[in-house]
T-cell receptor, first 111, second 112 residues
């Protein structure tokens, strides 16, 4: 049972344009959502998070949007840069603290 | 060190052998997680330790897998009688209670 789903395995965008990565979840008990970024041969690193009491959180070029009724969140990167090319994982947790990750989306930003 | 440390970084073993993977979390972090990433797959939850509570073992794929965390710090993931499908990168992460996870670089396991 895949509780957190990233249905797009890959995304390619042009440098300077917006990247939108999507994530859907099924467990209505999830109340905390995070995005992680992973480069090859490295562990994932934290990017941005949002709690269920908010619908938007912004940090520089990165914005996460949460639509609780649709059980959907998205990560917007604008403007996209070649250094943003990586695998992006969304993750969710209920108050148990256990983080469940999606399958990941590979973003390629072309110069 | 300042980050999560995992060893070995690479392990090649023969089918049927036992392996142990070690994780040194960030000092003071109360939570420790093990995940694995098989080729082309996402991050699969294995086990979660939080303080002195009983670990959440719901992600362990079979009884060949076990993990312990000694003294609330170092953790060892043990895989007995390894199979080829166990080949993956095993990632350890730690966090403050409810905080963001900090991951190690992973231990790449190859079972021949």
């Amino acid at each position: 049972d895949q509780q957190v789903k990233q249905n797009s395995p890959s995304l390619s965008v042009q440098e300077g344009r917006i990247s939108i990565l999507n994530c859907d979840y099924t467990n209505s008990m999830f109340d905390y959502f995070l995005w992680y970024k992973k480069y090859p041969a490295e562990g994932p690193t934290f990017l941005i998070s949002i709690s269920s009491i908010k619908d938007k959180n912004e940090d520089g070029r990165f914005t996460v949007f949460l639509n609780k009724s649709a059980k959907h969140l998205s990560l917007h990167i604008v403007p996209s840069q070649p250094g943003d090319s990586a695998v992006y994982f969304c993750a969710a947790s209920a108050n148990t603290g256990k983080l469940i990750f999606g399958q990941g989306t590979t973003l390629q930003v072309k110069p | 060190g300042a980050g999560v440390s995992q060893s070995p970084s690479n392990k090649v073993t023969e089918k049927g052998k036992d392996v142990e993977l070690r994780c040194d979390p960030i000092s003071g972090h109360t939570a420790l997680y093990w995940y694995r990433q098989s080729l082309g797959q996402g991050l699969e939850f294995l086990i979660y330790f939080q303080g002195n509570s009983a670990p959440d073992k719901s992600g362990l794929p079979s009884d060949r897998f076990s993990a312990e965390r000694t003294g609330g710090s170092v953790s060892t993931l043990t895989i007995q009688r390894t199979q080829q499908e166990d080949s993956a990168v095993y990632l350890c992460a730690s966090s403050w209670d409810g905080g963001e996870l900090f991951f190690g670089e992973g231990s790449r396991l190859t079972v021949l």
